[in-house]
């Protein structure tokens, strides 16, 4: 199984601030990954795939890099409505996703 | 497209569940279909998937036990759970693949407890 690794687990940031959150696999991906954003109570919501395309109707503000074991997320400028916890993603083998980041509010 | 999650709820250890997830705006045979749990205030965990060709894949944790089918008439994908454990207590939802490979559309997902 290949882990899905990320960091840092919670990150306290105000609005207005840039982010990057990291997740690293266990072995070369390629570019397999996807970043999904869940809200409390929600489903969780593909913002990024292939490691570097937003999905359908995702705002501009996130974009996504990285190729073979490490990717990043970064989300340039959060609006309020940002926080939530945020998976990465691998499709290269049977999916597995990283245990995730939450965003809290400063 | 649209997907409802049905048929959680509350059953003893080693007890037996069926999840049903009920598809509109496309034919569960066009895509993946896949079943995703997270058990609570935990992660993310991909339980099962039946693919579009026909065949079915499944998580270590519960192969064996759990087992996926697809109804094309119904336009419904369900997933029989047996042999049911403490750790398998989570919302399920059910996702389907798109174009991209990736899974866009999510049920809302529906509990599943399990007591001893």
């Known amino acids: 199984e290949i882990v899905m690794t990320q960091s840092p687990a919670t990150l306290s940031l105000s609005p207005g601030e840039r982010v990057t959150l990291s997740c690293r696999a266990s072995q070369n991906v390629n570019s397999y990954v996807a970043w999904y954003q869940q809200m409390p109570g929600q489903s969780p919501r593909l913002l990024i795939y292939d490691a570097s395309n937003r999905a359908t109707g995702i705002p501009a503000r996130f974009s996504g890099s990285g190729s073979g074991t490490d990717f990043t997320l970064t989300i340039s400028g959060l609006e309020p409505e940002d926080f939530a916890v945020y998976y990465c993603l691998q499709r290269y083998k049977w999916p597995t996703f990283a245990q995730g980041t939450r965003l809290e509010i400063k | 497209v649209q997907l409802v999650e049905s048929g959680g709820g509350l059953v003893q250890t080693g007890g037996s569940l069926r999840l049903s997830c009920a598809a509109s705006g496309k034919s569960v045979t066009t895509d993946n279909m896949s079943w995703v749990r997270q058990a609570p205030g935990k992660g993310l965990e991909w339980v099962s998937v039946?693919?579009?060709?026909?065949?079915?894949n499944y998580a270590d944790s519960v192969k064996g036990r759990f087992t996926i089918s697809r109804d094309e008439s119904k336009n419904t994908v369900d997933l029989q759970m047996d042999s049911l454990r403490a750790e398998d207590a989570a919302v399920y939802y059910c996702?389907?693949?798109?174009?991209?490979?990736?899974?866009?559309?999510w049920g809302r997902g529906t509990l599943v407890t399990v007591s001893s």
């Open positions: 039946f693919y579009s060709g026909g065949g079915t």
């Open positions: 996702a389907t693949r798109e174009s991209t490979g990736y899974y866009l559309q």
